[in-house]
């Protein structure tokens, strides 16, 4: 299974931008699917989560900014990201979880945000 994380890129504070995650398998049934970030010396964190039941969660950081959704008809996810800022700034990785069991994660697309 492979995943693209794809629509990185430099923006300036205030701006949008919207990640993409192609998975190469059906995603109907994945248990749920996720985007993460890491920042230069930080953990992996969490920033949003989808569930197979439509559930949706995120990060305090980002909540009311980003929006996770999912097109199962092109195993597809995705995250919009509004008002970003410069702590915004980071590789952001998707994951999806098929089970208690497997995942699996993209390769990180990098989004920088400044001046």
């Known amino acids: 299974v492979q995943l693209q994380a794809s629509g990185g890129g430099l923006v300036q504070p205030g701006g949008s931008l919207r990640l993409s995650c192609d998975v190469s398998?059906?995603?109907?049934?994945?248990?749920?699917l996720a985007w993460y970030r890491q920042s230069p010396g930080k953990e992996r964190e969490m920033v949003a989560v989808t569930n197979i039941n439509g559930v949706k969660d995120y990060a305090g950081s980002v909540k009311g900014r980003f929006t996770i959704s999912r097109d199962n008809s092109k195993n597809t996810l995705y995250l919009l990201m509004n008002s970003l800022n410069v702590e915004d700034t980071a590789v952001y990785y998707c994951r999806v979880r098929w089970d208690a069991i497997r995942a699996h994660w993209g390769r990180g697309t990098l989004v920088t945000v400044s001046s």
């Open positions: 398998r059906s995603i109907f049934r994945a248990r749920d």
